[in-house]
């Protein structure tokens, strides 16, 4: 079916798009009857947000949220492709896992990918995986505790992953805290006086996140691996990471979060568990160095780290209650309220951070950009109207959110995926390697 998008504004210009067997196929001033035409009546086209950082639990914890629920919300928040952690329950550390999950996810309304998960005993697992299929997107290392997932300490084990990634031309992602220095500090904090969440960046203090940042980028120079560092919060491994690029090695990307960047340790004092991740929000200082580090193109993506977990976890204290909140709904129009009104950064920018660039990094084929031949993963977006967020609104289960309340300027209202408004059902991206 050919459909035509009139009065779309793309490029800063009104321009009709045509699409045809889910591709755009023309981008331009003319009409292209006999077609279907939806007029888009001068609203905003971006590209479809490319999430490489999400929690869709499933499987045992679908309670918390499964492919149904997170696509959902995915569509709602302007975000045509997730990609699944793989730190599940079961965790996707082998290749049957891994072919379980790929089943579960085959009701996504989104398209998807699946990560495979790293840890001190699964090496010959991964590799195996790696032999069988060439659909893993990525692999996944986590140097500290955080959810359900194993911890890689030995560094010899680590190069040995990084350049098993790199023979099968595979991106590294990581989660960089290290272990030690949680383990160190915790007893420090074991006192009920400290029984909250702003004490959260004490524990998984600075130092673990500089460090463990230290050890990535100097094994990424050693083996020269594709490695990408997730929800990077300090201003220290921000100018430790910019440092690296100005070498022009080219093999290390670098993600931060919409929470890293807009909410800081005031906002944790106020809103407790809810504000509770990893890594944890710092400070008002980190977070203007990370939106200088988004101007300079130090960091590279932005993700959401969609984890969602039950509001009866959330409301526990703080030593027991779960690490993470939802962010697929919030993201886009965070970061159109902030980045794009607040801050002056270009519709060209916000796109390069959100589509273009996770592209890149994964190496996904005719996505993330706007252009003849690419899948039709569109977003169509009010700039000026305010949405205030309501979670219990939320297609998550996860009803709960640190911005409830807030106002946002920058509405999603609709979502195209493969050339498909809202409803569309996603599929699995295949990794062309040639």
Known sequence: MRIELTNGILFGFPLNILIENERIV???????????????????????MIDLHVHVRDLNNSNKEDWTSASEAALKGGVTSIFDMPNTNPATVDYETYKLKLNAAQISKVNYGCYMGCSPTNYEEVKNALLQTDSIPALKIFLSASSANEVIEDENLLEKFLLLAKEYNKTVLFHSESQKFITRNAPLYSDNKYNHSKYHSLIRNRESAIESTKLILRLARKTNARIHILHVGTMEEIQL??????????NVYCETTPHHLFLNDIDVEQFGNYAKVNPPIRSIDDNE??????????????????????????QRDYRT?????????????????????????????????????????????????????????LTIIDLQEEVVVNPLEFSSKAKYSPYSGMKLKGKVLETMVNGKFSQSKGKLIEYDQN
């Open 26 to 48: 023309s981008i331009s001033r003319d009409s292209f009857p006999p077609t279907r035409t939806i007029d888009l009546q001068n609203k905003i086209i971006l590209p479809g």
């Open 289 to 314: 160095a990370l939106l200088e580090a988004l101007a300079d193109n130090t960091i590279d993506t932005i993700g959401s780290d969609h984890a969602p977990h039950t509001i009866e976890e959330k």
């Open 241 to 250: 990471i910019r440092e690296y690029k100005r070498t022009d090695a080219g």
């Open 321 to 377: 209650a779960p690490s993470g909140f939802p962010g697929l709904e919030t993201s886009l129009p965070l970061l159109i309220s902030n980045l794009y009104h607040k801050h002056n950064f270009t519709l060209d920018k916000i796109s390069e951070l959100i589509s273009k660039n996770p592209a890149k990094i994964l190496d996904i084929k005719d996505r993330g950009e706007i252009k003849v031949g690419a899948y039709a993963d």
